[in-house]
């Protein structure tokens, strides 16, 4: 108790394997930022030098084309592929279902209700529209985007072109909820604009909300303003970087410090801390890392390098698979080592409960989502579908993506989507490998002894009276294989040419790759 209100304060040195720590590391090519539940590596993001993050930036955009079989329109925001906007995106939205409705102070004015059948005639072809960017470009997709724009402050979320005022469902005191209803219906919010009150909004006195609506609205201000004397396409607003994005979405009372390497970086989340407590500033500690880097001193390199493996073991001797395709994220339960009960049933329910809550914690570290099946582990009894059911739908409560979960199906499998922004973290650390194209797979040597002999042959018959020898260069294990088990054959390949063939090794070579030369000319015959 006494350590936590210590960490509360900011007294005594910050320990990350206690309470919530945010550790920052700062390189001259890259930034990373680790979130981490008594040591548990739970988020990791990285940016890099000459990233463009465009998740919540606003754009002026020029409709280009409009597709109404799709009930889409693609608009030209100056990027190298168009914006997709579905019709549906470009309707005023009602509030999201975590959200309670509140009502303004004043009459109401009754909007004409605009359908998708709309759309087309408010943006023909060439107008303008001021869009904002919901989802990045992920493989060969451009980003989607709506005309539902909102603006995240500190405590509030200004939507400028919506009339609704929201309050978070997960501030769940009447009390709490009560008390920020009024503050909400008193502040002076412009006709024709609406506002949502934060989570982090709990327990914050109304000048706090007062002060982050003027900033919100001065912003506002400024891109309305970069809106009108800009042509179309244009930026008129882009989301932070990666520490201020940090300092502002996660530096809540539920963080108990900050460890960053940078002592300007430092300094900066210091300021930003600053606005909103003096209690919060101190929160924020300098780390120099002159000795060994913050994430090897903290053991976040370790668990850095565990996100990227394709199996994950688990505290019970379990382990679960995961694998990403382009339509869906496979993931696979397993007992491995679990054998210590005896009773059969509990120790299946052990493993599923464990690896639907590190199913839950691998989506959100490695950013992956979409639509994605979880083959479970045969339970008899749907008293533990429920447990296991209840077990990820509580995990995935800390993930700020959208998330929607299905009860378990009778073959065992559970479904659910999370809902994705920008590319998961594999595919922008990774590129597909030159080698196996991204099957993760490589042909045997047998396979390449049978697909070399076979163009040897064609290059025989083909050249038979112009071809003396002819060099073959292989990587090394296939040119084992030719020495051992198919030396027999290759003997009898050359007697059916007038020459000799000669096979050399070279390690550095791709097993899928050979070259077929004449040894005369040295000219390349064949080559796979």
């Known amino acids: 108790m006494i350590q936590h209100i210590k960490r509360l304060l900011g007294i005594g040195k910050p320990d990350p394997t206690r309470g919530n720590s945010i550790v920052v590391n700062v390189e001259k090519l890259e930034r990373r930022v680790a979130l981490l539940e008594d040591g548990v590596l739970e988020e990791y993001t990285v940016e890099r030098e000459g990233d463009q993050n465009i998740v919540g930036g606003i754009f002026k955009g020029r ?26 995106d470009a309707i005023p939205a009602a509030l999201d279902g975590g959200l309670e409705e509140i009502q303004r102070e004043g009459k109401k004015k009754q909007q004409k209700k605009i359908t998708s059948k709309d759309i087309p005639d ?3 072809i060439g107008s303008e529209i001021v869009i904002q960017v919901s ?4 493989g060969t997709k451009g980003p989607r985007v709506t005309t539902n724009i909102s603006m995240a402050g500190r405590y509030l979320v200004l939507m400028p072109y919506t009339e609704q005022f929201g309050i978070s469902r997960k501030i769940e005191d009447p009390k709490e909820r009560q008390r920020l209803r009024k503050i909400v219906q008193k502040l002076q919010v412009p006709e024709g604009m609406g506002i949502i009150m934060r989570t982090v909004a709990q327990g914050t006195r109304a000048r706090h909300f007062v002060r982050d609506l003027h900033m919100l609205l001065e912003q506002w201000d400024e891109i309305e303003a970069r809106r009108a004397n800009n042509p179309a396409p244009a930026c008129v607003f882009q989301e932070p970087g990666l520490i201020e994005r940090t300092a502002r979405d996660f530096l809540t009372d539920e963080i108990d410090q900050v460890m960053c390497d940078d002592q300007a970086t430092t300094e900066m989340i210091r300021e930003i801390a600053g606005k909103v407590s003096r209690r919060a500033k101190r929160r924020v500690h300098y780390v120099p890392s002159s000795t060994q880097p913050i994430f090897e001193k903290v053991n ?4 850095i390098d565990e996100a990227f493996s394709r199996q994950v073991w688990l505290k019970c001797g379990g382990y679960i698979v995961i694998d990403e395709t382009e339509a869906l994220i496979a993931i696979d339960v397993n007992t491995g080592r679990n054998r210590g009960s005896k009773d059969v049933d509990k120790m299946i ?3 599923n409960v464990e690896a639907a809550e590190e199913v839950a914690r691998q989506l959100r ?3 992956i ?6 083959d479970l582990i045969d339970m008899r009894h749907r008293k533990d579908q429920q447990t296991v059911y209840k077990a990820i739908k509580e995990r995935l409560k800390k993930d700020k993506a959208k998330t929607q979960v299905l009860q378990i199906s009778p073959v065992g499998l559970m479904e659910m989507t999370r809902q994705r922004l920008n590319e998961s973290l594999r595919d922008s650390m990774y590129e597909p490998c030159p080698y196996c194209q991204g099957r993760a797979r490589v042909k045997t040597p047998m396979t390449m002894s049978v697909e070399i002999q076979r163009r040897l042959n064609t290059v025989i018959q083909k050249h038979r009276e112009s071809i003396g020898d002819i060099i073959v260069i292989v990587n090394s294990d296939v040119l084992n294989r030719f020495k051992s088990e198919d030396a027999k054959l290759l003997v009898e390949l050359e007697r059916s040419h007038s020459g000799r063939l000669i ?11 050979f070259a077929i030369i004449d040894a005369t000319t040295e000219k390349t015959i064949d080559q796979g």
Do not use: C
């Not at 693609?74 to 579905?86: P, R, S, T, Y």
């Not at 976040?300 to 668990?303: A, E, G, L, R, S």
């Not at 989502?369 to 979880?374: A, E």
């Open 503 to 513: 096979f050399r090794s070279d390690p550095t070579l791709n097993r899928e790759r």
């Open 365 to 367: 570290l490695r950013n």
């Open 300 to 303: 976040i390199q370790k668990q």
């Open 135 to 138: 989802k990045g470009p992920i």
């Open 63 to 88: 409709v280009k084309n409009i597709e109404g079989g799709l009930k889409a329109m693609f608009v030209d925001i100056g990027l190298d592929k168009n914006a997709f906007l579905h019709f549906w």
């Open 349 to 351: 329910l052990e493993t």
């Open 122 to 124: 408010i943006y023909p």
């Open 369 to 374: 989502g979409g639509l994605v099946v979880i």
